[in-house]
C-alpha cells in the first residue's frame, strides 16, 4: 500500500498527522512537495527584460551583482526550502518515508504522482474560516475532482462550525 500525503508550507502538519494515522504499518508512504515554477520564472523574465534595456554588459560591475540571473537564485533557494520541509515532515512521521519534490502546477502534479496510490492526504487550502466548497482552492479542489485513488481531505486547525452563519447574525427567515 502506498500512502501520498502533499507537503504544503502552511499545512503540512495536518497532513503528515493524518498520514501517520491512517497509514498501516508497513505502507509506503510518500512526502510530496510541488514547487511552482511561477515565481522563479518570473525572476527569469524580469531579469531578461531589465537586461534587455540596460547599459552594455561591459558596464556593469559584477561585484554590484550584475551579470548574475536571480531566477536561479529563487529556484535555488525554493529547492532548498523544500527540502528543509520535507525533511521535517520526515521528522514528524516518526517512520521509514520517502521523499519526493516536483516542479510544476500543483493539481497537476499531485495527480500525476497519485497514480498507482492507495491513498492520497491532502488538507483544505482555500478559504478555511468557512465551510463549504470555497474551503477548498483550485489546486485542491482539481485534485479531489482528478484523483487517481481515494482522498483523505484533513482540516488543517480545527474546523469552524457547520452553523453557515457567523455569531451575532439575525435569524434565519421562518421559511428555511
Known amino acids: ?67 548574475s540571473d536571480p531566477g536561479t537564485a529563487v529556484e535555488d533557494l525554493a529547492a532548498a526550502s523544500a527540502a528543509d520541509l520535507l525533511a521535517a515532515a520526515a521528522e514528524r512521521l516518526g517512520r521509514p518515508c520517502r521523499r519526493t519534490e516536483r516542479v510544476g502546477r500543483a493539481g497537476r502534479e499531485v495527480v500525476a504522482a497519485a497514480e498507482g496510490a492507495e491513498l492520497l492526504v491532502l488538507a483544505r487550502d482555500g478559504d478555511r474560516t468557512h465551510p463549504g466548497p470555497h474551503s477548498l482552492g483550485p489546486a485542491g479542489r482539481f485534485i479531489v475532482d482528478h484523483a487517481p485513488c481515494p482522498v483523505l481531505l484533513v482540516a488543517p486547525e480545527a474546523a469552524p462550525g457547520t452553523d453557515p452563519l457567523p455569531p451575532g447574525s439575525p435569524p434565519p427567515p421562518p421559511h428555511l
Open 1 to 67: 500500500m502506498t500512502v501520498i500525503a502533499w507537503i504544503v508550507e502552511d499545512t503540512w502538519p495536518a497532513c503528515v498527522d493524518a498520514a501517520r494515522a491512517h497509514a498501516p504499518e508497513g505502507a509506503e508512504v510518500v512526502l510530496l512537495h510541488i514547487t511552482d515554477p511561477e515565481a522563479s520564472g518570473a525572476a527569469h523574465g524580469a531579469y531578461a527584460g531589465l537586461m534587455g534595456r540596460a547599459h552594455p554588459r561591459e558596464h556593469r560591475p559584477a561585484a554590484e551583482g550584475w551579470g
